[in-house]
């Protein structure tokens, strides 16, 4: 275990309940997490498998899938309890940091809700497990690494942000099926470390707020949901390159 003595001179007595706390803080992330992946595979499958939601985002022109008005804005609906996340910063309420966490899984799973139109359900089990023993080894990674991450983690993001934005173009003006799967690969190497620097930052999140009840219960919300759309990126970033289309 880590050695937290030097932080209080109670010594090895308060090094075990700090460790003992910080598990309790990482189980409650992750359960958390799993939840909020469950509710999105739920939604995301009822919403891709029902003929009159489909037919509402989707029509078919010549073979092909043309989306509608609504479909843009059930795929970008969960920018909206995103941002409020984001630019929040910290100063929501514990139960509005709920609120925010629950409505973007639920969102999210709308949102994806076409991926169950594009590739069989057997590829998205394979690669859902696929992403999760990756997700797994790497968080496992992070939080018993002593190396420090934070360098690479800042690196790390802002390559996804230059990622995403060549990803935008390509959807949008390029439509280049190479330079899609190369971008796959690229995002697959950057969540897979970002999942590492998260998991490591997070306990020391913790160290900043243990002892406080409600800082602690926003801070395991706000851990969730990072962890959460890290999860979701790596997954879908899997997919577009493993998935089998239907």
Request: with cysteine; net charge positive.
């Amino acid at each position: 275990m880590t050695d937290y003595t030097n932080l209080n001179p109670q010594g090895a007595t308060t090094a075990v309940g700090f460790d003992s706390g910080l598990r309790s803080y990482m189980v409650r992330i992750y359960k958390y997490m799993c939840l909020a992946l469950i509710m999105t595979g739920t939604i995301a499958y009822f919403a891709g498998t029902s003929p009159d939601f489909v037919n509402m985002m989707v029509t078919q022109v010549n073979g092909a899938y043309k989306p509608s008005g609504l479909f843009y804005l059930v795929a970008f609906a969960p920018m909206a309890p995103w941002a409020v996340y984001f630019f929040s910063r910290g100063r929501l309420s514990y139960p509005a940091t709920q609120a925010v966490f629950w409505s973007y899984a639920a969102l999210m799973g709308l949102s994806l809700f076409s991926i169950f139109m594009l590739y069989t359900g057997a590829s998205i089990t394979r690669v859902f497990f696929i992403t999760s023993a990756v997700f797994g080894g790497m968080s496992l990674y992070g939080y018993t690494t002593k190396k420090d991450l934070t360098g690479m983690g800042h690196f790390l993001i802002m390559g996804m942000w230059g990622v995403f934005i060549a990803l935008i173009v390509n959807a949008f003006l390029l439509h280049s099926g190479p330079m899609d799967y190369a971008l796959s690969i690229l995002m697959v190497v950057i969540f897979t470390g970002i999942t590492a620097y998260m998991n490591q930052q997070l306990k020391q999140v913790y160290f900043q707020v243990a002892g406080n009840a409600d800082a602690e219960g926003k801070a395991a919300v706000m851990g969730a949901m990072t962890l959460y759309i890290t999860f979701i990126n790596l997954f879908m970033s899997l997919l577009r390159l493993f998935g089998d289309r239907r």
